[in-house]
């Protein structure tokens, strides 16, 4: 006979979540939400089509990163713990039908610093098994054929310091924190507390793993969109099938921690130029390079200055960061003294700004003084001054 409150998922939930807060000190109530249902969700693997990371970071050592990594050690399913295991070792141990739950600590070592270019390998398997079906694809010299290595499986890492962005972007992320001398926890010791924490692991697959069709076939109304929702949406239909509050639950530790990833993103160089040259055009039409540098190395906040070793951004360097969007200078007539010179227009980064940058709240505190290009030629006394360009071929 089935124990009822195995079979309750609220139960067998807020027993995790009472677990959580015996023995870390956690951000927030929506973090802590959002562990037990991701950890829940491991239970689940063979429903979901995305399989997502769960993003254990702090500023400094002695955070509680390897302690919470010790919990979902024991209380998610098939826990594959490593440290330094090479890229073939961790798809070996994967499996088509049941993947084991990757837990990889110390991934700062893995991920930062010179060691990140040698482990871009690694890097490419967890953004592939993400999603169900992108396997890694090798020529096996023994039977003369192609192997297909799934790759897909939920993954959790811990480390000093943020991970790769295209992880970190297929990741529930949790920033932890030392504690305060006034916050106290249990100490937590594995050959006590383990067999506890197994029964709990136990007693989630229990509930879940008879309810895989339904969780499959679950499509849960989702408070994000793209990536984030595939992200998340395991997660929700995990809460959604325990009812009581933690579908409300679930939604508010998505959105909760959404924004805040989305609030401390860190962009790419390109990304980060896109986003200046929006700041730096201000309520200009069009801007000549030379002056487009200048005020990019004006901002404070902004690297510009400083970039490329010091010397600071250059015109190839800019054009370079700019190509991927499709932006490139071209000759311009601007007023005199500046004349005819290399430029840009604020129509040819409309495009881009819309499609990948944030959405620009706060206006610039203080506007550039714009750069009058020619009035216009069949009405030069308009108060409606226009662009007078001439591109060349």
Same mark, same amino acid.
């Given at each position: 006979m089935t124990d009822p409150e195995v079979s309750n998922g609220v139960a067998v939930l807020?027993? #995790?979540?009472?677990? #959580?807060?015996?023995?870390?000190i956690l951000p927030s109530t929506e973090t802590t939400d959002a562990i037990v249902l991701w950890i829940a969700a491991t239970h689940a693997q063979q429903a979901w089509t995305h399989a997502p990371r769960l993003v254990i970071k702090a500023p400094e050592k002695r955070c509680g990163k390897s302690r919470l990594l010790d919990v979902v050690d024991g209380t998610c399913?098939?826990?594959?713990?490593?440290v330094n295991s090479s890229t073939a070792a961790i798809c070996r141990s994967i499996g088509d039908v049941d993947p084991p739950t990757i837990l990889l600590d110390e991934a700062d070592t893995v991920f930062g610093g010179k060691a990140a270019e040698a482990n871009e390998e690694l890097r490419g398997l967890l953004n592939a098994g993400h999603q169900r079906n992108r396997p890694m694809t090798r020529w096996d010299h023994q039977k003369k054929e192609l192997e297909r290595i799934p790759t897909f499986a939920m993954a959790a890492l811990a480390g000093i310091g943020s991970m790769p962005d295209t992880i970190e972007d297929r990741a529930v992320i949790v920033k932890m924190r030392r504690r305060t001398k006034?916050?106290?926890?249990e100490p937590?010791?594995?050959?006590?507390?383990?067999?506890?924490?197994?029964? #709990?692991?136990?007693?989630?697959?229990?509930?879940?793993?008879?309810n895989l069709t339904e969780l499959e076939n679950a499509e849960p109304a989702m408070p994000l969109e793209d990536r984030a929702a595939d992200t998340w949406e395991p997660l929700i239909a995990v809460a959604d099938l325990a009812g009581g509050n933690w579908p409300e639950r679930a939604r508010r530790a998505a959105?909760? %921690?959404?924004?805040?990833r989305e609030?401390?993103?860190?962009?790419?160089?390109? %990304?980060? #130029? %896109?986003?200046?040259?929006?700041?730096?055009?201000a309520d200009l039409e069009a801007i000549p390079s030379t002056v487009l540098l200048e005020r990019l190395k004006g901002l404070t906040e902004s690297p510009w200055a400083e970039y490329n070793n010091g010397a600071g951004l250059t015109p190839m360097k800019l054009g370079v960061l700019l190509k991927e969007y499709e932006i490139g200078s071209e000759?311009?007539?601007f007023l005199q003294p500046t004349g005819r010179v290399k430029g840009f227009q604020r129509d040819w980064f409309t495009d881009a700004w819309q499609r990948y940058c944030p959405p620009e709240d706060v206006p610039a505190t203080e506007p550039y003084k714009p750069y009058k290009?020619?009035?216009d030629p069949q009405n030069p006394s308009s108060d409606n001054v226009r662009l007078f360009q001439t591109r060349t071929a």
């Open positions: 807020d027993r #995790l979540h009472a677990v #959580l807060k015996k023995y870390l399913y098939r826990p594959f713990m490593t006034s916050e106290e926890v937590f010791r594995s050959r006590r507390d383990g067999p506890a924490l197994r029964q #709990l692991a136990e007693d989630l697959s229990s509930w879940l793993r008879p959105q909760a %921690l959404n924004a805040a609030g401390d993103a860190e962009y790419s160089d390109r %990304l980060r #130029l %896109l986003i200046d040259c929006r700041t730096a055009f000759n311009i007539t290009p020619y009035a």
